[in-house]
């Protein structure tokens, strides 16, 4: 089926054709068309995303990108009606996100379905995360990319809104297991890199920073909390973590770019560690139902988590591990095509009890069954 995708719930605009065929646990997805155009530089004075801004600028990009697209995807010099007619429907994602900016991908695509006359289906973001991993990359060395997605599954879901770990029984089914109480982690990496000085989305500069420090091979006297990591539950905080940050440069213990290197590497090693034992004791719980740990969100990005779950992996041998590629970490309309088609595969009956759709901010993997 081929699906027309748009994705507009922080601060990239996406839109994407992809033709997707074959079965839910391995389909082959074809990218026939993919623009993405982020507004992180615009948003870097206010440190943070800012909605009436993101907003703007998705009503100005969108039908931009959808031109793009459809270029990409039908080459010819003009866009012609056959071409798009071969679209089956259009999805957009309708939450969780920042309302003003979900609202401008949703109008958007009701607007194209009806001059198109084509269906328009909501997508669930973190439905999107999750299933960014079945996207296959062809150039990617690594052999597990290329293996069936085996349910049930564990995911670690971080990005710059959430923080969660869920269990999905099976395609469509979640069960939240836990939560960030306050901050997600990437929203913390983003707060700590204004502290420093860094720019937004300050996850990649924290980093660069850390492996530099690493590179020192030095001890560093930065010693952070590990918040919430031996309570029972599976829920997270990071914003102690993030204080604690702060102390340290009100008490003018970071004078110079060496010790912002090794801030950014205590920072980066104490979130990576509370996320490892906390997947770690989600798993220990849920015993050998569990197939696969799928880690996704813009913060699987991040090459030391990526490293500390392999590690984690060597006493889980038969557990498998799926990130995205590096591309598909972060907000795209890919992954809003992948989790239409599973929404569409798993529930055929939406397409046909469609109503106007709704922005919810606050979405929930479970709100949406
Ligand atoms: O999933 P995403 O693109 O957007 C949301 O749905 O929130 O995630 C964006 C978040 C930002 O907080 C950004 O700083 C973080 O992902 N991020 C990273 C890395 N790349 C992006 N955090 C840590 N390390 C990275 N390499
Ligand atoms: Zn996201």
Redesign the pocket.
């Known amino acids: 089926m081929k699906i027309l995708a748009i994705e507009t719930?922080?601060d990239e605009t996406a839109v994407a054709l992809l033709e997707i065929e074959g079965p839910l646990e391995n389909p082959d997805i074809k990218v026939l068309g993919n623009s993405l155009l982020s507004q992180a530089a615009l948003h870097e004075q206010y440190g943070g995303v800012y909605p009436s801004l993101a907003k703007r600028e998705h009503q100005k990009n969108l039908p931009i990108l959808l031109e793009q697209t459809l270029r990409e995807a039908f080459p010819s010099p003009e866009v012609q009606e056959k071409d798009w007619d071969e679209v089956d429907f259009i999805a957009v994602t309708s939450g969780p996100g920042l309302e003003p900016a979900l609202w401008t991908g949703i109008t958007f695509a009701e607007e194209l379905g009806k001059r198109w006359g084509k269906p328009v289906v909501p997508v669930n973001?973190m439905a999107g995360?999750i299933y960014s991993v079945l996207y296959q990359d062809k150039f990617s060395i690594s052999n597990f990319q290329f293996s069936k997605l085996e349910l049930p599954a564990l995911a670690l879901l971080v990005?710059?809104?959430h923080t969660e770990l869920v269990y999905i029984k099976d395609f469509g089914h979640y069960e939240i297991l836990g939560r960030t109480l306050d901050d997600a982690v990437?929203?913390a990496?983003?707060k700590v890199a204004r502290m420093l000085g860094l720019k937004y989305?300050?996850?990649?500069k924290?980093?660069e920073l850390a492996e530099k420090s690493r590179e020192r091979k030095a001890e560093i006297n930065f010693k952070l909390p590990r918040p919430m990591i031996h309570s029972k539950d599976l829920n997270f905080s990071f914003s102690g973590l993030k204080t604690a940050v702060l102390y340290k440069i009100r008490d003018k213990k970071i004078e110079n770019e060496k010790d912002q290197e090794d801030m950014a590497r205590a920072f980066e090693d104490a979130a990576v560690e509370v996320l490892v034992e906390k997947t770690r004791q989600a798993l220990l719980e849920r015993g050998e139902e569990v197939k696969t740990l799928i880690v996704a969100?813009?913060?699987s990005?991040?090459r030391q988590l990526a490293s500390a779950l392999e590690k984690l992996m060597e006493d889980f041998p038969a557990l498998t591990l799926r990130l995205p590629t590096q591309e598909l970490a972060?907000?795209n309309a890919i992954m809003i095509g992948i989790a239409a088609f599973i929404s569409i595969k798993t529930n055929p009956d939406i397409l046909l009890n469609l109503s106007p759709i709704k922005a919810n901010g606050n979405l929930t993997l479970t709100s949406f069954q």
């Open positions: 719930s922080c973001h995360h990005s710059g809104g990437g929203e990496f983003d989305p300050g996850g990649p924290i980093s969100g813009g913060v990005a991040n972060t907000d």
